[in-house]
């Protein structure tokens, strides 16, 4: 399951999500830190079919875990070359146009 959640303010809706086992963790490689905060990633828990349905209502992405991000990528909201991996953990972000 991915954990999603969703922040608003004005006319952005911003999409937190994360693969659910990751809530909680952080993340460490040189000077690079990823915290997969439960106050900005927990929120309802959705398969990886009602993800895809998320992504199309939003204008910001940040996304955690590989199961996650591979949903973004196949999706084609997130380009593979785009994506990052911090103490072996995918992460990407990602701004609708």
């Not at 809706?13 to 000077?31: I, S, V």
């Amino acid at each position: 399951m991915i954990s999603v959640k969703m922040h608003v303010r004005g006319t952005e809706r911003l999409l937190a999500a994360c693969d659910e086992e990751l809530l909680g963790m952080t993340f460490r490689e040189g000077n690079a830190c990823l915290k997969v905060s439960e106050h900005f990633y927990k929120g309802e828990l959705v398969t990886e079919e009602a993800f895809r349905e998320r992504m199309r209502s939003v204008t910001i992405m940040n996304l955690v875990g590989d199961r996650t991000v591979r949903e973004a990528i196949s999706c084609g909201h997130v380009s593979e070359s785009a994506t990052m991996i911090i103490g072996g953990v995918r992460h990407a972000q990602a701004a609708v146009m």
